[in-house]
């Protein structure tokens, strides 16, 4: 474990002891679940992201051929 110095207003800090308390954790393990969270969350979306982008483009057009612009807006 690497040991972090965390510097914070007095009052927000009072209020992590206070809710880590209720947790029965530290509020070092609090930070650290509330971090691992957050890195969680950021590689599930990167991983999503990441899978779209290798998927291939859907043909909208059904193998149809798309109907040329001037025969779109025909008056």
Known sequence: MK??????PEDLARWAR???AEQDVSVSALLAGLL???RDEQ???????????AERP????GGKAYPSRDSLYER
């Open 58 to 61: 859907a043909n909208l057009s």
């Open 43 to 53: 590689f599930r979306y990167e991983a999503s992201y990441q899978e779209v982008l």
């Open 36 to 38: 691992q969270a957050k």
């Open 18 to 20: 206070v809710w880590a």
């Open 3 to 8: 040991n972090v110095t965390v510097s914070m």
